[in-house]
């Protein structure tokens, strides 16, 4: 499994995924999972993906062909005029990937799912967040929560559910999105290490920042331990309960 | 869905469940998800479940039934000499209801299946506390982190598996439930409340005490608020995220 979130502010975008991949237990390695394309002044996108690694890098592969390829007259994620021609576009390939997966007769133990999350500015036009099907559909982020995540999205849910707010900083969104991935990290094995974090400037139209939390990162670290410690004092500093409540 | 903890302390046994159901959105109510019987000085059984009502409920009654018929020779939960034994005859008989509704050729939408989390102490035996699953099967509780949950499992993890001690009182421990909960049934609307909480005494033999928590709750409605704040202001004071880290 993978988790992946994407936070919609007012700043701006913010991805942040793990890079576990695994086929089985004895079967685990690195990958990215979160990608970005752009033309610097007229477009930025970011797409993160949760699911079968066949079909996510099928996907990516085949988008990046379809940028190449400019004799072949049909758009691009690059040339596509709105975020929501580049979200059929991405949902589209991802359709058409696993239905080519799917019409052999040899059916694979794990479906040939995958989800994913588009995000992206092109020109003055607003910034969009759409949550992409496997049956190839999609949805726009919420106004209220405008959040998404996708693969193992249910330990580190309730964290941002309480605290997400479109009006956060960066600075703040990242701390609780650290937090997110350090409970799910801790509940569950499939989660992990290096994370992969991409910050995109409303109305910039420049590309991404990025950057790479490690093992090693003592940001992380320092967050894993003191949101530990917190717990356990916020637990007990609540009123104890008796049995005659 | 649900949600079900049990915790084997070393003072006794605490079971909580919610009391949602429903079939579809719009078919919705509240049931009972934890059973207890016994026989004072000799045994205590208490038996909690997630998954198809249908099955639960067919698999409850069964076991009470086997329990009133004393001419079939057969043994039932309250004369079964060890709890492995009981688990052996819960778990049967899930597998056996299971059985039933599947070998028609009407196939339901959902599946038939539940997992059951049961617990209780026979005599002078050891407590002991198995997980139940669809398949007929069982395990016992880690020495480690003794406690299983079932249904809504994820959003409530992260909390049970840092703080859950096995040595806590039963007021840290009950605590500590509510928390994961309320961070439950925040995150997902097919938990809901009242709960349903049972408490056995290690060695007591005797009935378990038992307590609903409703709608007005008034410790449960301070736990849910001043969690809810206390994670907040412990989110604010972790180090602030620098790009440079």
């Not at 949550?131 to 941002?160: A, D, W």
């Not at 937090?179 to 499939?190: E, G």
Request: aromatic residues 10%; contains cysteine.
């Amino acid at each position: 499994m993978s988790y992946c979130v994407a936070l919609k502010l007012s700043r701006g975008l913010i991805f942040m995924s793990d890079t576990l991949t695994n086929g089985g237990l004895d079967n685990i390695s690195s990958y990215p999972k979160t990608f970005s394309w752009g033309i610097p002044g007229n477009r930025q996108i970011l797409l993160t993906t949760a699911g079968n690694l066949a079909t996510s890098q099928a996907v990516i592969k085949t988008l990046s062909e379809q940028i190449k390829d400019k004799n072949n007259g049909s758009q691009s994620i690059l040339t596509a005029p709105t975020m929501f021609q580049v979200a059929r576009i991405v949902s589209q390939t991802l359709a058409e990937v696993i239905d080519v997966s799917s019409k052999w007769h040899q059916k694979a133990e794990n479906k040939f799912s995958a989800n994913f999350i588009l995000g992206g500015q092109i020109n003055n036009n607003e910034m969009a967040l759409y949550l992409i099907y496997p049956e190839g559909n999609f949805i726009e982020v919420s106004h209220k929560k405008p959040f998404f995540q996708i693969g193992e999205t249910k330990y580190g849910r309730p964290i941002l559910v309480r605290a997400f707010e479109s009006e956060m900083s960066f600075e703040d969104a990242i701390r609780l999105l650290m937090v997110s991935f350090d409970s799910t990290i801790k509940a569950n094995l499939s989660v992990g290490l290096p994370l992969d974090l991409f910050v995109y400037i409303n109305n910039s139209l420049s590309e991404a920042k990025t950057h790479k939390i490690t093992e090693d990162n003592e940001y992380f670290r320092m967050v894993s331990r003191e949101w530990a410690d917190s717990l356990k004092k916020s637990l007990a500093a609540l009123p104890k309960f008796e049995f005659n409540n």
